[in-house]
């Protein structure tokens, strides 16, 4: 903002004022999931022409959306998983123990950390009676989530 | 109470513990282990002890045994839980579903337990994609191999 050309003329005190004014008054409205009537008001108890205000709506309507996901995303949460990668194999010997015949699975789940971005992945092998029992299990949370929307 | 020097009991159990152990990590036959120990020289009937020794541990050899292979943290078990996000801090009136999980893996005698969170639709694409690995031993090509490595 300092750099616009139509600005210059502004003292730039001011300028940072009236933005930071200008940001917290929309993150408030964002965060409260304010209505256009209840931004209105606020405005007109600011003493801003009705021109404004309505200017100021509009474009406030425009980025509604894209600010509340935005706000939504702020915030700590547990490690999210975002995918899996799996791998079969089939154990036949190891230099401890021959002919061991034994599929086993390798599975990879792909987590995003909200904080860093890091990507600390958690791997772990199993069973197929394990991946069966872990299927299971995810598929009664996926049940349950849908009796949930249901109710 | 036997008799016999320190010396000779203990070569008699690194011998003893050295024939089980190859014999159970080979898992050899009836047959070839009755071979192998035929030309110790020892009479028919510590023979027939021996095979039945071997017979009666092997089991428990093997599985003491794929302990000391390289491995990765194992699964344990799973627990999951719904929630539903309400408000932040940073933003009121929300609706955010999330499953929160808890996995349960071993490593080497440690347990440990991780809490992890998904959305619903990863849930539903991470079970698609586990379904779909489950699925793979039962394809004519795994089930071929399964048959021809034994």
């Known amino acids: ?151 | 109470k036997l008799n016999v020097g320190v010396d000779t009991i203990q070569h008699g159990v690194e011998g003893l513990t050295y024939l089980l152990t190859e014999s159970s990590k080979l898992m050899i036959s009836e047959i070839d282990f009755q071979d192998s120990i035929c030309v110790l020289g020892f009479s028919d009937e510590l023979n027939k002890l021996l095979l039945q020794l071997y017979l009666d541990s092997r089991k428990e050899i093997r599985s003491i045994l794929s302990e000391l292979a390289p491995k990765l943290p194992s699964y344990h078990s799973l627990e999951w839980r719904l929630d539903v996000q309400l408000a932040s801090r940073s933003l009121r009136q929300q609706i955010k579903p999330a499953v929160t999980i808890k996995l349960h893996l071993h490593q080497n005698e440690d347990q440990t337990a991780q809490v992890l969170q998904t959305d619903p639709s990863t849930l539903l694409h991470l079970i698609q994609q586990l379904e779909q690995a489950l699925g793979e031993m039962k394809t004519n090509h795994c089930r071929r191999i399964v048959r021809n490595m034994k």
């Not at chain 1, 005190?13 to 917290?24: E, I, P």
């Not at chain 1, 409205?29 to 022409?49: H, N, R, V, W, Y």
């Not at chain 1, 309507?61 to 999210?80: C, F, T, V």
């Not at chain 1, 971005?117 to 872990?134: A, N, W, Y």
């Open chain 1, 1 to 151: 903002i300092l750099d616009d050309p139509d600005l210059k003329d502004i003292d730039p005190t001011v300028l940072k004022h009236c933005h930071a004014a200008a940001a917290t008054c929309i993150l408030e409205a964002g965060k409260q999931k304010a209505d256009i009537s209840a931004i209105s008001t606020c405005l007109e108890d600011c003493k801003l022409d009705r021109e404004r205000i309505e200017q100021f709506c509009t474009e406030y309507q425009k980025n509604k959306d894209a600010l509340e996901i935005l706000l939504g995303s702020i915030g700590r949460s547990p490690l999210h998983i975002t995918d899996v990668s799996w791998r079969l194999e089939y154990q036949i010997k190891s230099n401890q123990l021959h002919k061991t015949y034994q599929p086993s699975y390798l599975v990879t789940l792909n987590v995003e950390n909200s904080d860093s971005g890091s990507h600390p992945d958690v791997s772990f092998s199993c069973t197929m009676e394990q991946l069966q029992d872990l299927v299971g299990k995810l598929k009664d949370a996926a049940k349950s989530l849908e009796r949930a929307t249901q109710m």
